[in-house]
């Protein structure tokens, strides 16, 4: 049986950056990496982006760890090999070609899936997910002889996915269940402001719907909604969410709940297994709640944490999260925990009049959180107020005041 | 032609002369924000731009670079050479 010391599931941003941060620290211990993928670090968040999949950036800009980082560092790549079973007591993992390897120490960061669609015609060609180079190599393929498109979903992938589509000169359809876009992470008002700036490009949006059947032959012609509407469409693709994939793990004993449970060291309920990334769980001391944190950003600073942490140099992973995106000449920013719950205080900030709107986030007089749109230049100062726990419960007309220079809070 | 925005790095403990930011790359990830909040910031166009190239150690700088999901960071040595991304 194969043995590695240092062993990763996962061939991601937080499973490279765990294996950068043993090797920094251990230069002797042996590191694998496996990978449900056949390919090495490739950037997940480039596959969303339009100057990508348009070519404007060139398609080799995408990988950003070749053959020789892994063997300059000693790292063993094991691609195109899921991980199928734990066994915490022998300390080894089953791999889908039968393989069994032992560790000494662990690491869990299989990111999440993308949650699919279950309605009759869903297997056509021309349904498109995105979580995988090969989803993107596909849309890439689709958006050449797509006339009509269409997302399903208001957050980031129907996003980025409408405003590559609208770009690439499709007839762009944007399907939402929810009453306006981004809801409930946007109040009504932003997301009516990211709705106009789709509209202004030529983006038809469906609110309060959902697709029921997908009707063609064996590829996608047409999609009926739940009211009886049909759209010509030959290229939908989902963007509704993700799901993890736990059952494996729990079977093995480790806590799971939404999530991979974990500490903020990012140690899971079991001894020598730690996690990161997208389906991490984890205690975010800044925030006092446990989370599920799915974005580039925190996959790479997790998996250094249980990097240091797997290497004998303990941390806490103490963090302000944050997303950012744009398009529709529009710029987007979430900063920490932006949800609207109860108690919570929310103060505007400029209005989506000006075009330019934020909402800052309270909780017991400090800021949890913003959204940012087209004030992205003030995520740096927010994620700074979060960070310190600075007390703002004097502060809210700065905070509401469009002009008042963040910074200075600060001081 | 890239669109590069540079900034001039003086640290006399440093490798490193120079620091770059490839605007048409950068598509404000702000990866490099998160490890170094000191040196880079976005701005409006949400894109990094460097405030404090001074700021960081080259360890940390170096760990910035290699962050960014799109490589747009790009840093030279004291002679000009582009030493990251190789």
């Given at each position: 049986?194969?043995?590695f010391?240092y062993?990763?599931?996962?061939?991601?941003?937080?499973?490279?950056?765990a294996?950068?941060?043993i090797?920094?620290?251990?230069?002797?211990?042996?590191?694998?990496?496996?990978?449900?993928?056949?390919?090495?670090?490739?950037?997940?968040?480039m596959?969303s982006?339009?100057?990508?999949?348009?070519?404007?950036?060139?398609?080799?800009?995408?990988?950003?760890?070749?053959?020789?980082?892994?063997?300059?560092?000693?790292?063993?790549?094991?691609?195109?090999?899921?991980?199928?079973?734990?066994?915490?007591?022998?300390?080894?993992?089953?791999?889908?070609?039968?393989?069994?390897?032992?560790?000494?120490k662990?690491?869990?960061?299989?990111?999440?899936?993308?949650?699919?669609?279950?309605i009759?015609?869903?297997d056509?060609?021309?349904?498109?997910?995105?979580?995988?180079?090969?989803?993107?190599?596909?849309?890439?393929?689709?958006?050449k002889?797509?006339k009509?498109?269409?997302?399903?979903?208001?957050?980031?992938?129907?996003?980025?996915?409408?405003?590559?589509?609208?770009?690439?000169?499709l007839?762009?359809?944007?399907?939402?269940?929810e009453?306006?876009?981004?809801?409930?992470?946007?109040?009504?008002?932003?997301?009516?402001?990211?709705e106009?700036?789709?509209?202004?490009?030529g983006?038809?949006?469906?609110?309060?719907?959902?697709i029921?059947?997908?009707?063609?032959?064996?590829?996608?012609?047409?999609?009926v909604?739940?009211?009886?509407?049909?759209?010509?469409?030959?290229?939908?693709?989902?963007?509704?969410?993700?799901?993890?994939?736990?059952?494996?793990?729990?079977?093995?004993?480790?806590?799971?709940?939404?999530?991979?449970?974990?500490n903020?060291?990012?140690?899971?309920?079991?001894?020598?297994?730690?996690?990161?990334?997208?389906?991490?769980?984890?205690?975010?001391?800044?925030?006092?709640?446990?989370?599920?944190?799915g974005?580039?950003?925190?996959?790479?600073?997790?998996?250094?944490?249980?990097?240091?942490?797997?290497?004998g140099?303990?941390?806490?992973?103490?963090?302000?999260?944050?997303?950012?995106?744009?398009?529709?000449?529009?710029?987007?920013?979430?900063?920490?925990?932006?949800?609207p719950?109860?108690?919570?205080?929310?103060?505007?900030?400029?209005?989506?009049?000006?075009?330019?709107?934020?909402?800052?986030?309270?909780?017991?007089g400090?800021?949890?959180?913003a959204?940012?749109?087209?004030?992205?230049?003030?995520?740096?100062?927010i994620s700074?107020?979060?960070e310190?726990?600075?007390?703002?419960?004097?502060?809210?007309?700065?905070?509401?005041?469009?002009?008042?220079?963040?910074?200075k809070l600060?001081? | 032609?890239?669109?590069?925005?540079?900034y001039?790095?003086?640290r006399?403990?440093?490798?490193?002369?120079?620091?770059?930011?490839?605007?048409?790359?950068?598509?404000?990830?702000?990866?490099?924000?998160?490890?170094?909040?000191?040196?880079?910031?976005?701005?409006?166009?949400?894109?990094?731009?460097?405030?404090?190239?001074?700021?960081?150690?080259?360890?940390?700088?170096?760990?910035?670079?290699?962050?960014?999901?799109?490589?747009?960071?790009?840093?030279?040595?004291?002679?000009?050479?582009?030493?990251?991304p190789?």
């Amino acid at each position: 049986m194969q043995g590695f010391k240092y062993l990763i599931i996962g061939g991601g941003a937080a499973g490279v950056s765990a294996a950068d941060a043993i090797r920094q620290n251990n230069a002797a211990g042996s590191i694998a990496i496996v990978s449900d993928e056949p390919y090495m670090l490739y950037s997940r968040v480039m596959l969303s982006k339009p100057n990508f999949f348009l070519g404007k950036v060139p398609f080799d800009q995408v990988w950003l760890k070749g053959e020789e980082w892994y063997k300059d560092k000693n790292i063993a790549f094991l691609g195109g090999k899921t991980a199928t079973a734990l066994d915490v007591a022998a300390k080894t993992v089953s791999l889908s070609n039968g393989d069994k390897i032992s560790y000494d120490k662990l690491l869990i960061a299989t990111g999440v899936n993308t949650r699919k669609i279950n309605i009759p015609g869903a297997d056509k060609k021309g349904v498109h997910y995105l979580r995988s180079l090969e989803d993107g190599k596909a849309i890439m393929a689709g958006i050449k002889t797509a006339k009509h498109a269409v997302t399903v979903g208001g957050g980031f992938i129907g996003f980025e996915m409408a405003d590559l589509m609208q770009l690439a000169g499709l007839d762009t359809t944007v399907i939402i269940l929810e009453p306006y876009f981004w809801d409930p992470v946007l109040d009504e008002a932003g997301g009516l402001m990211i709705e106009r700036a789709m509209q202004k490009a030529g983006v038809k949006i469906i609110k309060n719907a959902e697709i029921v059947e997908i009707t063609g032959d064996k590829a996608v012609n047409e999609i009926v909604l739940k009211d009886g509407r049909r759209l010509p469409c030959e290229m939908i693709i989902y963007g509704i969410g993700t799901i993890a994939n736990l059952d494996w793990l729990k079977t093995a004993g480790l806590t799971t709940h939404r999530g991979l449970v974990a500490n903020e060291f990012m140690e899971t309920s079991l001894p020598g297994v730690w996690t990161a990334g997208d389906i991490a769980e984890y205690k975010d001391l800044i925030l006092g709640e446990n989370v599920v944190m799915g974005n580039w950003v925190s996959a790479h600073e997790q998996g250094r944490i249980a990097g240091l942490g797997m290497a004998g140099k303990r941390q806490a992973f103490r963090f302000v999260s944050f997303y950012t995106t744009q398009g529709f000449d529009t710029r987007v920013a979430f900063v920490g925990d932006a949800s609207p719950s109860p108690g919570r205080v929310v103060i505007p900030r400029g209005s989506p009049e000006i075009g330019s709107y934020a909402r800052i986030i309270l909780a017991n007089g400090e800021v949890e959180g913003a959204t940012l749109l087209n004030r992205t230049q003030e995520m740096g100062a927010i994620s700074k107020l979060i960070e310190r726990n600075i007390d703002v419960s004097a502060r809210h007309k700065e905070l509401g005041n469009a002009d008042f220079d963040l910074k200075k809070l600060l001081e | 032609m890239a669109n590069l925005k540079e900034y001039p790095r003086n640290r006399k403990d440093s490798k490193f002369g120079k620091i770059a930011i490839d605007r048409d790359l950068c598509i404000g990830a702000a990866s490099c924000l998160a490890v170094s909040g000191a040196t880079y910031e976005l701005d409006g166009e949400n894109k990094a731009i460097v405030t404090g190239a001074d700021a960081a150690d080259d360890a940390t700088l170096q760990m910035s670079a290699e962050s960014c999901p799109t490589k747009a960071i790009l840093l030279f040595d004291k002679s000009g050479k582009q030493v990251f991304p190789k």
